[in-house]
């Protein structure tokens, strides 16, 4: 695997698809090759995060841990990126990520995510959109929950 | 120390004055007559045609004669060039031994004085004083008679000489000198007081730079280097204004000397002239004066010259002298010397009576404090911070003599006790530890170098040079000991066999919590001298992980070990190229194409031009990467193959040529190419550049190195061989043999995790803390921790068994957990001795059998804890009730 290839497989990516060839390279750089066997965990929930991992090859179970158990909140396969909403705010895993299948990564350390994000400017409105994306798909699943359990109140009633 | 100059002199070297001054005048005739040899020569040989020519009363040819006049001058002059040679040796031996002898001096006093005075005096002032201000009276003290005899003499002489020719010529020629002895001093008088000024400016410069040193820290994180800039510019200003100013007077004097100088001339012409119209003076007088006068003036300058030295010298001596005898300096023997008659601690009673300690400003620290414990006994001092806690800890431990009362132990008084006496019985602690540049060993046995033991290794072979360096050591009134001689003491603590005094370090180490840490600085270290046979062992724990990893596929994945006959894809190519680790500095891994031999190896292998074309590539990649990032962003230092000040040469080089016209380089630029690729790691830098093919060629010249290395180079490199121990590689490479694969996660963590279970099965756990013993813990300690420097120095003091162990707060810096650990540790190593520990935190003081609590430097509660704690809380209800 080269750098090239990483390049590519990072402009894949929706979160990078704007940033300049030269930047991503940088990235692709200074970030590790490392790789999972299916049934390893990727990162844990509650622990600190100091890295983002990209998925060039395999898949992976997205787990959240519940009083009632685990429970599969999503699977990720090739191009997804985990792991940097813990490195962008400093909160501990929101999840557990188990790998499913032989599982090839490029570890984005903190500093070198950060680092795009602060000194290129436009890296850090797509990572914004993106965000800014998740939210509003976060918010209208709130809403049409609460609105679920508004009208079940009211069946009920 | 002598008051002045002259003193120091005469008291320590007035012999050797003597034989320089006896020198001196021996000199004297062979000059004399090698002035007056060319002359005979002039004269009788060459301008009286008519002989006779009479040598020693021998009548003897022309031709002979001159000849034997010429060799005669050739022996006188050598014969004065050989004593002014001896001379000039001899002096330089007078002048530097007495400079050893005041840099010992002054030394010694730095270890007298007390602790308060380190306060005051600044340790870069001290160094300006005692290396650079001495240097200039060392060189002084050759001269300090000599000069004065020599010159005064010929001016002596040749001033008779004048005034028999004429007297008032005579008077003539001496008739300034009153003006230039009383002006000149003053102009030097000024001259010197400028001087003093710049002695003391540049003492602050020293100064500023010592605190620059200490608290660079703070600078970088305040971001204060421009204030800094501003500070030192500053002082530097000011010395440059009081040099301007020397130099103004200091070349007045010497356009005085000069014009005055003239001035005889001018006398002689119109007055010697005047004499010699009115006939009362031959013409030949006169001309003979003017010459003499003229040779009047070298030794009369000499002599001003020395006049200026001297009284610069003088004043530097005092000013340093005053420096180092502050009041209270302590008696040698307090510091060096022993006790006829050490007290027994245990069973004897320490007594504090009417203890008080002021500090600079004149308050009490400590008033009137009475303590009577019955030893042994664990003691808790406890009080608010500035209660006075530290300063009776600091007292307790006979560093600091009080200002009223005492402190006596089985009747004797403490601080009557010299240190090496005392340190045997009582060691301390404190908050703020300092450790010794030197390994982890050299700290841990500090406490036990009060006196040389026993002659150094091999000290039958090296007798003739001991004895030189002692005799030259007495010679300078230094310290005798040798510095190299087995200074520990390990029958103080009962340690004799090797084996017996590693355990008790380890144990120690143990009980400190700090084995785990100098074990991970045992695995990044190498085999100390003396200790080759660990090797074997440590070989026997490579099979055994090699079967480890083996046995489980996951682990084999996170190790790529060193074959000999593949490429490792997780070392660097110069790793690859060299296979093993440089012994000595022949071959440097940072520049290893530069040496000849790899690159005939290169060139006989034709990689040299594909290797340069990497090494365009590279710089290509690095250019584009690394280009628009800030000069000091911390990429360079992680992942740049190339310094962001590098990075604009190797653009120009781009620049230069294309890929495949690479010879059109200077040889300089290609060697900076060819250098690049060499730091390349395949499976971390994934460039694509070292494909399987260049790797083949690589292991290629892998080999073909080591077959041709000249048998002078053998030496140099340590190769990797599967069945020997690599003594220029760390313990952790030796065991692993093989690289920490890239991309593996946690890889660091599992491989550590497997080593530790291997060393431990095979019980060499403490073989690896015995190496990390040997590792360096940098200037003052700085490569430890602040909670690792804590625990050593506690480890240092319980390493000695001390019958008495004071400590102020000598656990606060260590997390909750470690705090805990090692209190426990040192109050269970100290059972049956006494302890005295000053708390930062009073709960813990239930561990002790007494409890002295202190407010304001005074003793307000003492008793068991439970007296204590039931006074306390009854004050405290009387105080809620009141």
Redesign the interface.
Known sequence: MTLRRDVEALRAIPLFAKVEPARLKLLAFTSEHVDFEPGEVICRQGEPGDAAYILLEGTADVLVETPEGRVKVASLGKNDIVGEIAILCGVPRTATVVATSRVHTLKIDKDGFLNLVTQFPHVAVEVMQELAARLHHTTQRLTEISLQIDTKKTTRE | MEPSIFRFILKYSWRQQLLILALTILSFPPLYYSLELPKLIINKALGDPDGPWILFGWDVERTRYLFALCGLFLLLVLIGGLLKYVLNVYAGIVAERMLRRLRYQLYEHVLRFPLSHFRKVSQGELVQMINAETEALGGFVGDAIAVPAFQGGTLLTILVFVFVQDPILGLAAIVLYPVQIYLIPKLQRQVNELAKQRVRQVRRNAERIGETCSTIREIHAHGTARYELARFSEQLGTIFWIRFAIYKKKFMIKFLNNFIAQLGPFLFFSIGGYLVIRGDITLGSLVAVVAAHKDLSAPWRELLTYYQTLYDVRVKYEQTVSQFLPPNLQPVERVVGEAERIPSFSGAVLKVTDLGLKDDSGEHALEGIDLEIALPAHVALVGPAGSGREELTLVLAGLVTPSGGKVTIDGVVLHDLPEPSLARKLAYVSNQPTLLTGTLADNLLYGLKQRPVAPPPGAEASRARRLRERREALASGNSADEADAEWVDWEAVGLRSPQERLSAMIRVLRAVALAEDVYAFGLRGVLPPGREELASLLLEARRAMRERLASDE?LARLVEPFDPDRYNTNATVAENLLFGRPLGNVFDLEHLPSHPHVRSVLAELGLVDDLMRVGYRLAE?MV???S?LPRDH??YR??AFIAPEDLPEFKRILGRASIDRLQRLKPNERERLLELPFKLVVA?????LVDETLQARILRARRRFRQTLPPGLVGAVAFFDPERYNPAASVQENVLFGKIA????QAHQKVAAVLAEVLEERGLVDVVIEIGLHAECGVGGSRLSLPQRQKLAIARELFRRPEILVLHEATAVLDAAERETVRTAILRAMRGRSVIWSLEDPSAAHLFDRVVVLERGRVVAQGTFGEVAKRASAATALEAAG
Not at chain 2, 684 to 688: D, F, M, S, V, W
Not at chain 2, 742 to 745: A, R
């Open positions: 996951r990649t584009e990467l690394f628009d911390e990429y992680r992942f971390r830098h994934r460039l694509g890239y991309g593996q996660p």
